[in-house]
């Protein structure tokens, strides 16, 4: 091979090597590079998704604890409203209501005031004064009977409404809660969808910047390649030129003898 032929050679082989290295290399640091971008977005996602599901837990949790109270008393409030319902308004008997002090009272201070009147007259021991005393004893225990029965019932009717005052009042805060938690739910539905899409986007992401490198450095190797062989034929090309590859020399191009016939 010629001189010109080795060089031009030499130097369309390194032209092509170092280009070609130099562009592959390139191609895949720009690739990891990406894709290395890519997977540190996709981690910040997901630390995103877990402090938003931690946001949402701690909301929760605080309409929780808030509504214990509530949940508290109306779970005492419909036991004991139950209770009051199964054994129904207890009216007085005649004997409770004449145990009353009130009823004590009103009987001796009436029948004082009737045996007074009557010995005051000459009637005490009268048949008159006998049947006064007992209608009147009569009707201080109706009275006394209907003041105790109104009284019982109006308790009743006040311990009914308390206790479901107190067992509405849970109610409402277990709704309150069905509704926190089934929002929450919708919440968490929400964050991991936007967070597993945001994630797999940068997944997709990072994958397609590493096949663009794979893909870049390939090619690069490629163009390497084919320059090597456009320097080889281009050597070859020289060496038929300048080497003899046409049966001469730079000397003597016909290739003919350098004597003449004798």
Known sequence: MSVLGTIGLV?????SIAGGVTQSNAASKA??????AAQQAQQLELQNQQAAQQAQ???LGNITSAEQPYQALGSTSANNLANLLNQGFQAPTLAQAEQTPGYQFNLQQGTQAINENAAATGNLLSGNTGTALEKYGQGLATTTYQQAYQNALNQYQANYQSLLGGTQAGLSSTGQLANANQAAAQNYANID????AQQAQQINNAAAARASGYIGSANAQANMYN???????QGALLNGIYGGGFGGTLGNPSGGASGGAG
């Open 11 to 15: 130097a369309g082989l390194g032209s």
């Open 31 to 36: 690739g990891n590079t990406q894709a290395t």
């Open 57 to 59: 837990a701690t909301s």
């Open 193 to 196: 969808l936007a967070g597993g």
């Open 227 to 233: 320059g090597i062989g456009n320097s080889i034929t």
